[in-house]
């Protein structure tokens, strides 16, 4: 996907709904969830339930992490950890 459809999203998207836990039936599509281009999610969403996910790389996590040091940050352990 184009930088230009990725802004164009943005700008739709923010002009439905400011907030991540409104994508709901019969405004607007359930379950909001952004892919990568390689088809794996790095936003997921259950909107009614209030809640979200990130899917980050390693700098990703440590970037949103610097951005947000003052908002505690639980990070899931990852598949396979703990096992030799």
């Given amino acids: ?4 459809t990725n802004q164009q999203f943005v ?3 923010r002009s439905q709904t400011r907030r991540l836990f409104q994508w709901e ?3 607007l599509p359930e ?3 952004l892919f ?3 088809g794996e999610p790095w936003l997921g969403t259950i909107a009614h339930e ?3 996910w990130l899917n980050l790389t390693a700098s990703e996590g440590a ?3 610097a951005e947000l040091a003052l908002v505690p940050v639980r990070r ?6 703990g096992s030799s």
């Fill in 1 to 4: 996907m184009s930088s230009d």
């Fill in 76 to 81: 899931a352990s990852s598949p396979g950890a």
């Fill in 63 to 65: 970037a949103v992490a």
């Fill in 11 to 13: 700008h739709a998207a």
């Fill in 31 to 33: 379950d909001l969830c």
């Fill in 50 to 52: 209030r809640s979200a």
């Fill in 25 to 27: 039936q019969p405004n």
């Fill in 36 to 38: 990568r281009a390689t």
